[in-house]
């Protein structure tokens, strides 16, 4: 896989500039200025996040949907090859139906990563990096075992079909919903987690980040669950989409 740097800056320019789109307070919420120890890294040393706002949910089909009544280059039919692959919304019955009301509050997903970059900046947001969205995403129990315990057993299982409705579960502490257990999630540098297995060809990768077969030196070698999500993220190109990958946008604190 290659890696995206020089092509992010090619896609700003070619995506032009939208119209931005207030969004409202209600519809994110805080997460508060804090530290965390990344549980796939090398270097326990504390991570430090600025505070920042993040989506309350996944962006639903009714949200994009209105993305791309506003966008039309996002439209199924539309969308230019180099950005999304051949299932991108293939469960959308057109471009503008997502495919009945049983669908409105399911998560989107079958969305490329320059798909859901898109949506976010078109609302003045943007996506996550991997170190907001995994500190966020510990903030969802403050038993870190029971938290382990339920992202497994999701991982552990089939992807349901149709996607449930986004708040339907419990929130985190944070009174944010659906971090783990109903879809995966873009972050903005997905690709910095990437290895090959060839160190001679990382020359770009972060060195800290590794698969499970070396993980005994790492901050929590028995969060498997962290280790499947980078094994996951490692496996994706920008233009991806998958059935049950989604995402949601986050937007510094002004």
Not at 95 to 102: K, S
Not at 158 to 173: F, Q, S
Not at 222 to 240: E, G, H, I, N, P
């Amino acid at each position: 896989m290659k890696h995206l740097k020089g092509i992010v800056i090619f896609g700003i320019v070619l995506f032009g500039v939208f119209h931005v789109v207030p969004c409202r307070a209600q519809d994110m919420v805080l997460v508060p200025a804090g530290s965390f120890q990344m549980p796939a890294f090398l270097d326990k040393t504390p991570r430090k996040v600025s505070e920042f706002f993040i989506d309350k949910h996944p962006v639903t089909n009714t949200q994009y949907l209105k993305f791309v009544t506003a966008h039309p280059e996002w439209r199924k039919s539309k969308a230019k090859k180099i950005f999304v692959d051949g299932n991108y919304l293939e469960y959308w019955k057109g471009d503008l139906d997502f495919g009945g009301p049983e669908m409105a509050s399911s998560p989107v997903v079958r969305v490329s990563w320059y798909a859901a970059r898109a949506y976010c900046d078109s609302l003045g947001k943007r996506l996550a990096t991997i170190d907001e969205w995994e500190y966020a995403g510990q903030m969802a129990f403050k038993d870190k075992r029971e938290l382990k315990s339920l992202i497994l057993e999701w991982y552990g299982q089939g992807a349901e079909w149709p996607l449930p409705a986004v708040m339907k579960r419990t929130p985190n502490i944070l009174d944010v919903y659906d971090m783990h257990g109903l879809i995966w999630e873009w972050v903005e540098d997905f690709n910095s987690s990437m290895v090959t297995g060839e160190s001679r060809s990382d020359v770009a990768l972060d060195r800290n980040l590794f698969c499970g077969g070396g993980a005994a030196s790492a901050a929590d070698p028995a969060d498997y669950a962290a280790f499947m999500r980078y094994a996951f993220r490692s496996s994706l190109q920008a233009k991806y989409t998958v059935r049950n990958l989604g995402f949601r946008c986050v937007k510094n604190k002004e």
